[in-house]
Nanobody, 122 residues
Framework: QVQLVESGGGLIQPGGSLRLSCTAY????????MGWYRQAPGKEREMVAS???????LYEDFVKGRFIISRDNAKKSVYLQMTRLEPEDTAVYYC????????????????WGQGTQVTVSS
């Protein structure tokens, strides 16, 4: 199986920066799109940013110009550099990956991390 392990969350003051990391472990042949989602209390989970296998990126409007997503294929990892954080960014952040587990797999499977809490507060 595949496990995604996230790290980097925490308590940060408004205007501060954090870098989230997520690494995939297990039976992995290749990884297609990687992404970050978030879920604030009482709200639906929403996409934050994604990055394809050829590093094409997509950002939601509310993070454009503040967050940068990147990936390291050799490390099977995805990162989210967050700057100019706002209280509205407070949420549990989840990484997501589409993983092809073997060379003969028919398709990629979707996996989620366990989530990491980001709290922006003074």
């Amino acid at each position: 199986q595949v496990q995604l392990v996230e790290s980097g969350g925490g308590l940060i003051q408004p205007g501060g920066s954090l870098r989230l990391s997520c690494t995939a472990y297990g039976s992995i042949y290749s990884i297609y799109t990687m992404g970050w989602y978030r879920q604030a209390p009482g709200k639906e989970r929403e996409m934050v940013a994604s990055i394809t296998s050829i590093s094409t990126t997509l950002y939601e409007d509310f993070v454009k110009g503040r967050f940068i997503i990147s990936r390291d294929n050799a490390k099977k990892s995805v990162y989210l550099q967050m700057t100019r954080l706002e209280p509205e960014d407070t949420a549990v952040y989840y990484c997501n990956m589409y993983v092809v587990q073997t060379p003969t797999s028919d398709d990629a499977e979707n996996f989620w991390g366990q989530g990491t809490q980001v709290t922006v507060s003074s």
